[in-house]
């Protein structure tokens, strides 16, 4: 609240809540009986919700200033387009009000929900309230409202609840959709088809849940898959309620077929992870990985985990696809992107066996090491490179020589995964002494650790000093080709690129 000037009428912004007038709050009553000028917006046809809202409350003294938008959703003549037609009605809007409190008079500005969400009057109170004594007082929004019909828990325990405008393109609304927990999506109407369209995408529309005029005559609620899109008025809502279990477990057919999800967690923690991936791990009923990689992934309530040893993969998929068989939706937990040299071939490889053939497998993918290790050094990657893994568990080591000497003559850049670990001490000495025979020593190396996490460290070496002691299972080597480039920037800061042309020979 500001007072700054002591002649002028006051403003208020009164939230009013979804519709029924037994719900405004008794601040809002006072303050709109007491009130010397009561403002609210209407469409062209001149009905106003909110004033019918707070019409028992009207004393029938108060000056009424009726707000007519100049459009709703229709094209415009106007020279700046649809939003210079409603920029100009606010500035005359909010002209006229200012008038009434230049001349001592209190104006109550009625606003929906709550005023401040997704309000009309928040651009009145853009524009006014740094120069009248204002007060904004708040309303039950419509989230609260469906919430409330519904009987269910928006949130539960560490979810989250993430609001949607149904106004988004159709991939940013499945992204959001995907990586949330809980949402709402509000403004339907016209946006309805893509709004279903993308819960659809995002697995989540048979969680959706439809409320039409919350606390309102005609008020309408079903589940989404239920509702016609010709039937979606603007004022509805799509509601995916929280997704903590209910008391009553879930009891799932003997015979139904879930699924496999190979997720992509990327190399470190939830910042790594994109929507399609958290949405894929809050909808699994089981997760299934490497411990290490579990512990990664946010605990949720009637989820199942089921850790096991790095060293497993097959069993470990076998056991995913036997789950799915049971009806359970499975999530096979990866690091870094599940298709290089990770859990994707697993999983495949035994779900391409006649017993798990018609168990449903989807990839999902994630944030390779070596782009995360690229990033923290510059660009590294930015012309060819090739990617091999230096372990010699699961092919010889003469075929890992022979492929360092293949893609080191044909000049690429290389990113050298599993070099080493606490049984492998030598490979990455002689992968450098290979590499010696075609690059020179001064060749930049990135030797990035934990990319991420805790204990992230990037290091820029030379090819001739790389340090094998230097290299555990956690780092990634970046080896630069000919052309690539390692300079020091301000602040000592060396960036190692490789450029994007190629000299001719």
């Known amino acids: 609240m500001t007072d700054r000037q002591t002649t002028t009428g006051r403003l208020y912004g009164v939230g009013l809540g979804p519709g029924d007038p037994s719900l405004v709050t008794v601040r809002a009553a006072e303050l709109i009986g007491k009130a010397d000028v009561v403002a609210y917006h209407s469409a062209r046809h001149g009905r106003s919700i909110a004033r019918s809202i707070a019409e028992r409350y009207l004393t029938g003294s108060q000056i009424e200033e009726k707000l007519v938008y100049p459009l709703t959703v229709e094209t415009t003549d106007h020279p700046g387009g649809y939003r210079g037609a409603l920029d100009e009605f606010y500035e005359e809007a909010a002209a006229r009000l200012a008038a009434h409190l230049d001349a001592g008079r209190d104006v109550v500005v009625l606003a929906e929900g709550d005023p401040l969400f997704y309000g009309s009057y928040q651009h009145m109170h853009k524009r006014l309230a740094h120069r009248y004594p204002t007060e904004v007082v708040p309303g039950v929004t419509s989230v609260s409202a469906a919430a409330a019909r519904l009987g269910q828990p928006l949130t539960e325990a560490e979810e989250t609840l993430t609001v949607i405008p149904g106004t988004l393109p159709e991939e940013e609304l499945t992204a959001r959709i995907a990586s949330a927990d809980s949402a709402v999506i509000m403004k339907l109407g016209r946006t309805f088809p893509a709004v279903r369209r993308a819960l659809e995408r995002a697995g989540r529309l048979d969680d959706a849940q439809y409320v039409e005029r919350a606390f309102m005559d005609g008020e309408r609620i079903a589940p989404?898959?239920?509702?016609?899109d010709e039937s979606v008025p603007y004022f509805s809502v799509a509601v995916l309620p929280s997704r903590v279990a209910p008391l009553e477990p879930v009891v799932r057919p003997a015979d139904g077929v879930g699924s496999v999800t190979v997720v992509g967690t990327g190399p470190a923690g939830p910042l790594w992870l994109t929507p399609e991936a958290r949405?894929?791990?809050?909808?699994a009923t089981d997760l299934v990985g490497y411990t290490t990689y579990l512990d990664r992934v946010p605990?949720?309530?009637?989820?199942?985990?089921?850790?096991?040893?790095?060293k497993v993969e097959s069993e470990r998929a076998e056991f995913a696809l036997d789950l799915a068989r049971r009806g359970h939706r499975v999530c096979v937990v990866s690091s870094?992107?599940?298709g290089v040299f990770a859990m994707a071939t697993a999983v495949l490889e035994v779900a391409c066996e006649p017993d798990y053939r018609d168990v449903p497998v989807r990839i999902v993918p994630g944030m390779t090491a070596a782009h995360a290790a690229a990033s923290r050094a510059g660009a590294p990657l930015g012309h060819d490179y090739a990617v091999v893994s230096l372990s010699d568990r699961l092919k010889p080591w003469d075929v890992v020589a022979k492929r360092l000497r293949a893609a080191a003559e044909a000049d690429l850049v290389l990113a050298l995964y599993n070099p080493g670990s606490k049984s492998r001490t030598t490979q990455v000495g002689q992968a450098r002494d290979v590499l010696l025979e075609y690059r020179a020593p001064e060749t930049p190396v990135v030797m990035a650790r934990d990319v991420g996490g805790p204990t992230e460290r990037i290091r820029i070496v030379r090819l001739g000093e790389l340090d094998p002691a230097l290299v555990d299972m956690r780092t990634i080597l970046l080896i630069g080709s000919s052309?690539?480039?390692?300079?020091?920037?301000?602040?000592?800061?060396?960036?190692v690129w490789t450029p994007r042309r190629y000299p001719e020979e």
């Open 336 to 338: 870094g992107d599940p």
């Open 299 to 310: 605990e949720r309530p009637g989820q199942r985990r089921h850790g096991s040893d790095n």
């Open 483 to 495: 052309q690539t480039q390692a300079v020091e920037r301000g602040g000592g800061v060396e960036v």
């Open 224 to 228: 989404l898959t239920e509702v016609d």
């Open 279 to 283: 949405g894929a791990l809050a909808e």
